[in-house]
């Protein structure tokens, strides 16, 4: 299945002049009034703990959605594994955390994108391990990544490309949070990190001098999304009207800006 017929089959917003309405009215709810999500708040800059709470550009949109819909946003802060197994438990009714949509996961639950995101390769600065980006100079080479991330699938791809071409295998060390990977690079544990472009330009904003992009972005077209049980069509219909509205309202585009993404993330412009 194409980028392009996933991503229509599960955005109605594909579709030129539907029109639907905010409304979770006929949708099951965890909570009367509230719209619990589930969410692993270990993502920079998406969903992050800040003096406590959490922060983050998935954060501030769902605050946004939660007021076209009329309900309170609850978060369910927990483990990234544990997230669709939550959605599907029927403990959370959405899932808000950056998840990028692939057809694995688009087997279990239904998404509605929100963003197009690509992929860095970052190294510590000075680039020790003389890594050229996503190519054979990562052979035989350690690259942290997030456990059960997308960047984990992008590391065992090239793992096996390495080997298939009878070259040193790579090392993908899977830490639990991305806090945890980038921490294993800036002390030498890993050679390179696979990031999320914006989670590495927040790196090097926060930490200016501790790490590097090496080579370009890659898989700069994957979507992330919010999850909704699948054949939950009252859910799904809520969301994405919800999403609509804050797209033409100028909020959307308003987040983008304050965290500081580049523009081409947004897939409404």
Avoid at 28 to 38: C, S
Avoid at 120 to 132: D, F
Avoid at 167 to 183: E, F, G
Avoid at 241 to 253: F, M, Q
Wanted: with cysteine; glycine share 10%.
């Amino acid at each position: 299945m194409s980028r392009l017929r996933l991503a229509c089959g599960i955005l109605s917003l594909c579709l030129s002049g539907s029109v639907l309405a905010a409304d979770l009215s006929s949708a099951t709810l965890v909570e009367k009034g509230a719209l619990t999500y589930g969410v692993a708040g270990t993502f920079a800059p998406f969903e992050f703990q800040k003096d406590g709470k959490l922060s983050g550009f998935d954060i501030d949109m769902i605050g946004f959605l939660s007021k076209k819909l009329g309900v309170e946003a609850k978060p369910m802060n927990m483990e990234f594994k544990g997230l669709i197994v939550a959605l599907q438990g029927g403990r959370a009714d959405i899932i808000n955390s950056a998840m990028y949509i692939n057809e694995q996961r688009a087997a279990q639950v239904d998404f509605v994108p929100y963003l197009k995101i690509g992929t860095l390769v970052l190294v510590q600065a000075g680039n020790p391990a003389k890594i050229t980006g996503r190519d054979d100079s990562l052979c035989g080479k350690t690259i942290a990544v997030t456990l059960a991330g997308i960047q984990e699938t992008y590391a065992r791809q090239d793992d096996k490309r390495c080997r298939d071409k009878g070259l040193a295998a790579v090392n993908v060390m899977t830490l639990p949070t991305a806090q945890d990977s980038a921490l294993t690079l800036r002390q030498g544990r890993a050679d390179a990190l696979f990031v999320a472009t914006p989670g590495a330009v927040e790196l090097m904003d926060k930490v200016p001098g501790v790490y590097a992009v090496t080579g370009p972005e890659f898989e700069a077209n994957t979507q992330i999304g919010i999850a909704v049980r699948k054949g939950d069509i009252a859910m799904k219909s809520a969301v994405e009207a919800a999403l609509k509205d804050i797209v033409a309202d100028g909020s959307y585009r308003k987040l983008i800006e304050t965290w500081k993404f580049p523009a081409s993330v947004s897939l409404f412009d």
